[in-house]
């Protein structure tokens, strides 16, 4: 079953809710952070006080244990601290940047695609529509192909820790399948080839689409990248000049 433009955008639309709820989750680490901030401050006067105490030696024994929480909670919050932060240096797949290449992958990049791909099929389909609305498909094939082609772009330096040849390795350590990525090019391939036809017929002319040229190079540089650190086959899917 095809899906339409506006399923796509709606499944765009959940993605974006979801990358949402778990930013409003991270706040629970700004929290954390304040809470730090404010134990440290408090047990610096409450210390302070400690040492300068001329009250009785009641006070000083209820200033004494309230100084030995705060140092206990203060050890704790920076346990939870520092916990992630040696497990990230250990295992670069728990690294904020590769986690989020990986569910750009997963959620963005593959949605670009699909919507281009809709568009495409909109101007493919309505042989009939006038040459404005053929534009309009054609720009919006282009503009969603590229958006996938720079979050690709994006990647180039991380491959070998986002990608995996071995699929249920890959599914093991949470990363993404060579075979998925494989799948996203040969459909990017066919989209420029497509589109590249398309606007021949729509008599575009070449240097009203400088920015095309632009996101082919970093496509090229893509492949490259990933031709070396994943062994990529390069004329696979490679585009063809000025698509």
Request: glycine letters at 2%.
């Amino acid at each position: 079953m095809k899906l339409s433009v506006n399923d796509w955008q709606d499944f765009s639309l959940k993605k974006d809710i979801e990358k949402l709820n778990r930013l409003v989750q991270h706040t629970s680490y700004v929290g954390s952070t304040v809470a730090f901030d404010v134990v440290v401050a408090f047990g610096a006067v409450l210390l302070g006080r400690l040492f300068d105490c001329t009250d009785s030696k009641i006070a000083f024994i209820i200033y004494l244990i309230a100084s030995f929480l705060l140092i206990t909670s203060l050890l704790l919050l920076l346990l939870k601290k520092i916990i992630p932060l040696i497990r990230s240096m250990f295992n670069p797949l728990h690294s904020p940047s590769i986690r989020e290449f990986i569910d750009s992958f997963d959620n963005e990049i593959w949605c670009y695609v699909m919507m281009s791909d809709s568009f495409l099929d909109s101007l493919t389909d309505n042989k009939t529509a006038e040459n404005n609305r053929k534009y309009f498909y054609y720009s919006q094939t282009c503009f969603w192909v590229n958006k996938a082609i720079m979050g690709l772009f994006d990647m180039i330096f991380s491959l070998k820790d986002i990608f995996d040849k071995d699929s249920e390795k890959a599914a093991r350590d949470k990363k993404v399948s060579i075979a998925r990525l494989e799948n996203l090019l040969d459909i990017i391939v066919n989209i420029k080839k497509t589109a590249y036809k398309k606007k021949k017929e729509l008599g575009i002319a070449d240097e009203n689409l400088t920015g095309n040229v632009y996101y082919h190079e970093r496509y090229d540089n893509f492949l490259s990248k990933a031709y070396d650190a994943l062994g990529i086959d390069i004329e696979r899917f490679r585009l063809e000049p000025n698509s």
